[in-house]
C-alpha cells in the first residue's frame, strides 16, 4: 500500500479559520485513521513562504517556525493537557502543560513517530502515537480523543521580527489568539 492509498479511508478535515482575522486563511488539510496499535494523524498545508528556524537546535526551535499542532485533553478542565508542536522540518516541541499554561518543556510523549516532509505547494506533517499511549494518559475514552488542531502561519516583518497567523479548527472563544483555553477543543472520534 502507497502513502496516499494508507489515508484514502480518512474524512478530511477542511474546515480551518483564522479566528482572530478576517481573512480567507491559506488551505489547511488534517486527516486521522486507527489501526488495532496506533493512532495516524496527517496535516497537509498550502504555504508559500515557508519559514524554519535555523538559530536554535533544540526542540524550543519549532516556536519561531511555521508549524501544525495537535493537543490532547482528559477533561474540560484541562487541568492536564499535552501538546506537540511539529515544523516542516519534522521537529517536534511535546509538552504537557497545566491550565493555565503551565508548561513542562522537559516532558517526552512517549510512543510518538513524527515524520515531515515538503510538497510542491507547502509541507506535510504526518505522525502516530500508540494507542496505549493515549489510553494511559486518559487521552482515549470511548473511543473518543478530546483535540485541537492549530496552525501557526509564520510571517517576517521588514523589521525582520516574527509574528504569527494563527489558524484553528475550532473557533476558541477568546477575543485574542488564544488555543490553550477548554473552547478550543473539539472531539475525534475513532470509528
Known amino acids: 500500500m502507497n502513502f496516499e492509498t494508507f489515508w484514502n479511508p480518512c474524512q478530511a478535515l477542511t474546515a480551518f479559520d483564522f479566528p482572530w482575522n478576517e481573512e480567507m486563511p491559506p488551505a489547511t488539510i488534517f486527516r486521522a485513521i486507527h489501526d488495532q496499535k496506533r493512532f495516524f494523524f496527517r496535516f497537509d498545508v498550502i504555504d508559500s513562504n515557508i519559514i524554519v528556524s535555523s538559530e536554535k537546535t533544540d526542540k524550543m526551535a519549532v516556536l519561531d517556525s511555521d508549524r501544525v499542532e495537535i493537543f490532547f485533553r482528559s477533561d474540560e478542565k484541562m487541568s492536564l493537557y499535552y501538546g506537540l508542536e511539529m515544523d516542516p522540518l519534522g521537529r517536534v516541541l511535546d509538552y504537557k502543560a497545566e491550565f493555565y499554561r503551565k508548561f513542562d518543556y522537559s516532558y517526552k510523549m512517549d510512543g510518538i513517530t513524527i515524520r515531515s516532509q515538503y510538497t510542491l505547494n507547502g509541507y506535510r506533517v504526518w505522525g502516530c502515537i500508540k494507542l496505549d499511549t493515549l489510553r494511559s494518559m486518559n487521552l482515549l475514552n470511548n473511543n473518543k480523543i478530546e483535540a485541537g488542531l492549530f496552525r501557526g502561519k509564520c510571517i517576517r516583518k521588514l523589521n525582520g521580527e516574527l509574528s504569527f497567523k ?22 475525534l472520534r475513532l470509528l
Open 166 to 187: 494563527w489558524i484553528s479548527w475550532i473557533k476558541p472563544e477568546s477575543e485574542t489568539p488564544d488555543f490553550h483555553i477548554p473552547s478550543a477543543f473539539g472531539e
